[in-house]
């Protein structure tokens, strides 16, 4: 079953250095946690900001943050019974864009020549 994000409610947890928001998947209540860098490279600012701007640039990318936890999810890619979202999985999520892209690009590219 995929997640679902039905609870809107997200914290940041100091101790954890994390956003912490909530998943469903079906009935079962899914913890995910992301990094405020992961945060913040989404939103193309590298500067620290306060728990509260940083809240609300998580609100901002929530869909995507939420889908990324998703894929994790339906891996089985979890730490404990968190999933965590980090620096490295934007940057699967970008070079698997690319290499889409790419190949979009390539194959029109051969059509035109054929």
Request: proline share 3%; glycine share 8%; with cysteine.
């Amino acid at each position: 079953m995929s997640l679902k994000l039905t609870v809107k409610s997200r914290i940041y947890d100091p101790g954890l250095r994390s956003i912490i928001f909530y998943a469903m998947d079906g009935a079962k209540q899914v913890p995910c946690a992301v990094t405020p860098e992961t945060v913040l490279d989404l939103g193309g600012d590298f500067r620290q900001l306060s728990s509260v701007k940083l809240l609300l640039l998580f609100d901002k990318y929530r869909s995507q943050l939420l889908e990324i936890a998703a894929k994790k999810y339906e891996a089985g890619e979890t730490v404990g019974d968190m999933i965590q979202v980090g620096l490295n999985d934007l940057v699967a999520v970008r070079l698997a864009s690319a290499l889409f892209a790419a190949q979009g690009i390539a194959a029109g590219s051969r059509a035109l020549h054929q």
